[in-house]
């Protein structure tokens, strides 16, 4: 090989290479915070970007009052019911919950913490699926209490953004 091609070569491996890290999703944690979430992604124009709506959770207790909260279970339990059925749907699609880059989180105040949302019991289950070691991935998140859901006895909705780099 001459020394001109091998310059050649080596000036089109160095202009693929940018173009190679633009086409990836970029995670940045807060300064400073070991706190499970992003403080920012960035996803290049290339990714293909998937919304998923707000998901309620499932019955947890059959024999609870229907439309009662014990029929949902506390937060912790219907948020892991909501991620768990996240998951399954961006599977269906070829997603996993590491392609997550944006979450938000509608929460009702438990009645059992005096209308306060459970902060604490969502990230009891949210860190079982984000920020492990068998899923590290981190998206950015939102976690809003609101006066109720569309779903009686719900207290946990959550939609996604799911992006896939080529």
Known sequence: M???????IGALM????????AD???????????????????VPASAQLTFVSGTLPDVADTKAPKGSVAAY??????????????????????????DIVQLRVFLVGDPAKGGQLDFAGLQAAYT?????????NKPTRTA???????????????????????
């Open 2 to 8: 001459s020394t001109r091609s091998a310059l050649l």
């Open 14 to 21: 160095s202009l693929t290479l940018p173009t190679a890290f």
């Open 24 to 42: 990836s999703i970029k995670r940045v944690d807060p300064p400073g915070s070991n706190f499970p979430i992003s403080q920012l992604v960035t």
């Open 73 to 98: 279970g506390d937060t912790e339990t219907q948020t892991r019911s909501v991620l768990g059925k996240l998951k399954s749907a961006l599977n269906s699609q070829g997603l996993d919950l590491g």
């Open 128 to 136: 079982t699926f984000f920020a492990t070691a068998a899923q590290p």
């Open 144 to 166: 809003i209490q609101v006066v109720a859901l569309p779903l009686p006895g719900a207290l946990v909705e959550i939609e996604a953004v799911a992006a896939k780099a080529p």
